[in-house]
Nanobody, 124 residues
Framework: QVQLVESGGGLVQTGASLRLSCAAS????????MGWFRQAPGKEREFVAA????????SYADSVKGRFTISRDNAKKTVYLQMNSLKPEDTAVYYC?????????????????WGQGTQVTVSS
């Protein structure tokens, strides 16, 4: 099993940057594909970015391409989401998730493990 704990959220102004971290426990982290999802009030949880187990493949939602970067450090059992040029529409709770297939699925149903979420608020 994998347990996930996110950190790094906060309140920032439009155009600012934040880096989210997701620390994992468990021996199988390095074989898991990892993703970031977000959920705004009154909206469904949506895909943000994902990275394969070996970092060779990444995928991004169109809304964040060119602004967000996902990365991982298997030795530290941590996955990161660097968020630049933040916009008010990026405001949401951000969740880290792990999938045992090792790939970059954009579907929430592919992910068996989830963190508790970290709030990101971007003011205009």
């Amino acid at each position: 099993q994998v347990q996930l704990v996110e950190s790094g959220g906060g309140l920032v102004q439009t155009g600012a940057s934040l880096r989210l971290s997701c620390a994992a426990s468990g021996r199988t982290f390095s074989s898991y594909g990892m993703g970031w999802f977000r959920q705004a009030p009154g909206k469904e949880r949506e895909f943000v970015a994902a990275i394969s187990w070996n970092s060779i493949s990444t995928s991004y939602a169109d809304s964040v391409k060119g602004r967000f970067t996902i990365s991982r450090d298997n030795a530290k059992k941590t996955v990161y989401l660097q968020m630049n040029s933040l916009k008010p529409e990026d405001t949401a709770v951000y969740y880290c998730a792990g999938n045992s297939l090792g790939g970059t699925s954009a579907h929430t149903g592919s992910y068996a493990y989830w963190g508790q979420g970290t709030q990101v608020t971007v003011s205009s």
